[in-house]
């Protein structure tokens, strides 16, 4: 029988990296993803090439209903199956000074980095806690454990992503089920497009932005069972960049 997990936001970037990760380590892929059809069939493409298999999940994260639709029709439509690693991945940045920040602004990146926690948590734990077994990976960024300039709204949803973490790990540690932040620092992805690339890497002590086949390792480590004993953790993926 598959074993499923499901990855927020697996179209692109690192969620991409993290679907093939899992798919490698034998998991049958739920691909989330809103709006970039090709970009989600592509991942779906090279996560079968990779020997795997998965499907694609069009909904978006912040909108609690159809995110609970979408997630009770898979389901239904898999009564014996349960998705065992879940990882919060989708996100958004829309950087301003708060000063200038439009209330938009802000209630979309609170929607999408961290609301969506509740929608897609929510409805997946529970078979997870009646199993005694499961995987939540939380994405969350450096900005949301030092709090960046430019990024209130992003910096609030990512911290509030690892209060979550912690909070909800103490919840369910009893039910074998593990919940573990990771906090990326600059990978080379879309979400970067348009920064100052050769000043940040002239910021980060390895010199380098990171590559999303970088977290999805460490995402990959945390789903497995060789990470039981490890949960409510935040850990930094930045080259040594505080
Ligand atoms: P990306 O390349 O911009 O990809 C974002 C992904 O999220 C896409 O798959 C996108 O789907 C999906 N998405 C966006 N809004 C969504 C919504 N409302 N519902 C469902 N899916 C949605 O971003 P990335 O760099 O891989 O970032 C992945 C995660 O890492 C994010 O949480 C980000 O905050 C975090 N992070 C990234 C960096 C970095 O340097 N890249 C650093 C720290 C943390 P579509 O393709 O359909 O648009």
């Not at 086949?213 to 945390?222: K, R, T």
Request: aromatic share 8%; hydrophobic share 40%; net charge negative.
């Amino acid at each position: 029988m598959s074993k499923y997990a499901f990855v927020s936001g697996g179209s692109r970037g690192i969620g991409r990296a993290v679907c093939l990760e899992l798919a490698r380590m034998g998991y049958s892929v739920l691909i989330n993803y809103v709006s970039n059809d090709a970009a989600a069939a592509e991942t779906l493409r090279l996560v079968e090439e990779a020997g795997g298999s998965g499907e694609l999940m069009k909904f978006d994260v912040a909108d609690q209903q159809a995110s609970l639709q979408a997630i009770t029709k898979w389901q239904e439509e898999h009564p014996d199956a349960y998705v065992e690693v879940l990882v919060n991945n989708a996100g958004v940045r829309k950087d301003n000074l708060l000063l200038w920040m439009e209330q938009e602004d802000w209630y979309d990146v609170i929607g999408t980095d961290l609301n969506s926690f509740y929608n897609i948590t929510k409805p997946f734990l529970q078979p997870m806690v009646v199993h005694k077994k499961g995987r939540i990976i939380n994405i969350t960024s450096l900005s949301g454990l030092k709090g960046l300039p430019g990024q209130t709204n992003y910096s609030a949803a990512k911290g509030g992503l690892i209060a979550a973490t912690k909070a909800l790990a103490q919840e369910v540690a009893p039910r074998k089920v593990t919940v573990n932040a990771v906090a990326p620092g600059f990978i080379s992805t879309d979400m970067v497009e348009g920064l100052d690339e050769a000043e940040l890497k002239s910021q980060i002590p390895a010199k380098r932005f990171g590559k999303p086949e970088e977290v999805a390792a460490l995402v990959g480590f945390l789903a497995s069972d060789s990470s039981s004993y490890i949960t409510g953790q935040v850990i930094s993926v930045n080259g040594g960049l505080y």
